[in-house]
């Protein structure tokens, strides 16, 4: 059988590009995040190592970005967004509005306060895909 299978795909994230993946329970969206790195490992992809407290983690990366020793073409990798701190999405909303790209999970986007302040405006119906 024919036409069945996978083309390239590919996004472009500008500098200061968030891409947000929004999903429900057991979706796949944390699977997608830990895969990113090994679909392109040209790129410098910056996460929390598991285990280690995000909070803590974005303001060590923030620190470093502010003494110039975090890669400027980086692009951070932040899972379950909408279950950290609100201090852990401040580091990276200030990493972003400096120009780093951000690639976010979340499950519940528009009940948390921490996930909505990403956005301006709720995105029109059907803008997710």
Do not use: C
């Not at 910056?46 to 303001?59: I, K, N, Y």
């Amino acid at each position: 059988m024919g036409g069945d299978e996978l083309l390239p795909a590919g996004i472009e994230l500008p500098r200061g590009a968030v891409l947000a993946v929004l999903g429900g329970h057991a979706s796949g969206k944390s699977s997608l995040l830990r895969a990113l790195p090994g679909l392109n490992p040209a790129v410098n992809w910056v996460q929390a190592p598991a285990a280690t407290d995000p909070e803590r983690h974005w303001s060590r990366t923030y620190d470093a970005a502010l003494a110039g020793t975090l890669d400027p073409a980086a692009i951070l990798l932040a899972d379950d967004l909408d279950l950290q701190s609100p201090e852990a999405n401040s580091r990276l909303l200030l990493l972003n509005s400096l120009g780093w790209r951000v690639v976010f999970m979340a499950a519940t986007a528009w009940a948390s306060g921490n996930v909505s302040r990403w956005f301006r405006t709720r995105p029109p119906r059907g803008w997710a895909f």
